[in-house]
Each structure stands twice: as C-alpha cells, then as structure tokens.
C-alpha cells in the first residue's frame, strides 16, 4: 500500500456520461497530480494542486476539471465522456510543490463504451 | 523541450542478462532524473533516481547512468530476474521548480525470461 487511495479501482460508463474519479493523498503529503496513462502515450500530466490551488496544467481537455478539497483529497471530473477517454487515471502526491518524490495510487480504469 | 524520449519500447532479456533502457531530454533546466517501476494493476513506483552532479548511482542491482553533456540517462538491471519483469518509466524535471510536475517517458516493457 503506497498511501495513496484511488476510488473506484474500475468504471464502466457510456459515452457521454460524466464521472468523478477521488484520490486521497498521503498522509503529510500536500501536492496532488492527475496523470493519465493509455496504451501508446505512457503517462500524460493533466493537472497539479497544491494545498488546495491549482498549480500546473498539462494536457487536460476542457471536458476534465480538478479540485483539491480542504481536507487535501483531489477530485477528477470527466464529463461528455467519448470512447478515446478509455484509460487508467493515476494520481500522485507528494510533500513539495516540484516532481520530487512522488507517489503514485493504483489508479482508476476507465472504460468508456 | 518537456519532451523526454525513451527506448526500446520493449524488451526481452534472459535471465541473469543485464538490461537496458535509455532516455534522452532536451531541456537544460532538468536536473532531477528518477526512474519508476511499474506492475500490471499497480501505480508506477519510485526505484532509483539521479541529479547530474554524478555520473553513477548505483543500488543494488539497478544503476542510473548520467551523460550531462549528451542529454542522456540510462538504467541498467544487472542480473535481471523474472520479478523485474516490469514496465519502467524514465521521468525529468527541474527539481527545485515549484510549479513543474515529472515528464515521463512513453514507457519500456520489460519481459525477463528463464
């Protein structure tokens, strides 16, 4: 167990649908990134916070859209969904705001049919 | 200039074998470099990571090798085990930059076989 806590683990939905996929970061941990991972593009950066705001944008599409509560878990929002949305979404976290140190959920599958 | 490539894409290597996997960058700003791990059903795992102050980081059997001047990293898996059979992502970033996440490679399938 990394300490990092993706629900749910799997998600069947049908195009157009929207879904909110949650990550708790580790304890102590106060930044939280949203990677996306398919077959041929490896891990694809969408979206940092840091204790509560946004902090870097990757390749995020409009239809996706972040938050990190106060309690410093993340949530992922995809909506409109379309069958090329099929895809682990892994989230990290770590104690800083920089790429050192992260530690990665077990991610959420998403398929999209 | 984010980009950081990464090859072979696959990998089959005999047991005992060392294996190798190599990435490049571009962005000079980079000066952190880790290597992850990562098993089907499972998040990526942090194995071993190097800053280019040194050309070698070595533990156990993994060892990152550094060419600051060719823009270059490599890991090397001495004695390669089937349990290493795994998918391994090289990564970059400016290390002390507070808005820069990990780039990530696409990624290298390695298969280990007896």
């Known amino acids: 167990d990394s300490g990092v806590t993706q629900t749910p683990k799997h998600l069947i939905t049908a195009t157009g649908q929207r879904v909110t996929l949650r990550c708790s970061p580790r304890?102590?941990?106060?930044?939280v990134y949203w990677y996306q991972q398919s077959l041929d593009q490896g891990l694809q950066f969408l979206i940092q916070y840091y204790n509560g705001e946004e902090r870097a944008k990757g390749n995020i599409l409009e239809r996706f859209s972040a938050q990190q509560f106060p309690d410093l878990h993340s949530e992922l929002n995809l909506s409109s969904l379309e069958l090329g949305d099929s895809a682990l979404y892994f989230c990290?976290?770590?104690?800083?705001?920089?790429?050192?140190?992260?530690?990665f959920g077990s991610g959420t599958r998403l398929t999209v049919v | 200039q984010q980009q950081v490539k990464q090859s072979p894409q696959s990998l089959i290597v005999q047991k005992g074998g060392i294996s190798i996997i190599n990435c490049a960058y571009e962005?000079?700003?980079?000066?952190?470099f880790p290597w992850y791990q990562q098993f089907p059903g499972k998040g990526p795992a942090l194995l071993i990571a190097i800053r280019p102050d040194v050309s070698e980081k070595k533990e156990g059997r993994f060892t990152i090798s550094f060419n600051k001047s060719a823009k270059q990293f490599s890991l090397h898996i001495m004695d390669s085990q089937p349990g290493d059979s795994a998918t391994y992502f090289c990564?970059?970033?400016?290390?002390?930059?507070?808005?820069?996440?990990?780039?990530f490679g696409k990624g290298t399938r390695l298969s280990v076989i007896a």
């Open positions: 990564a970059a970033s400016p290390r002390n930059s507070g808005n820069t996440p990990l780039v």
């Open positions: 304890s102590g941990d106060l930044s």
């Open positions: 990290a976290s770590s104690v800083a705001r920089g790429g050192y140190g992260y530690t």
């Open positions: 962005n000079t700003a980079f000066d952190y």
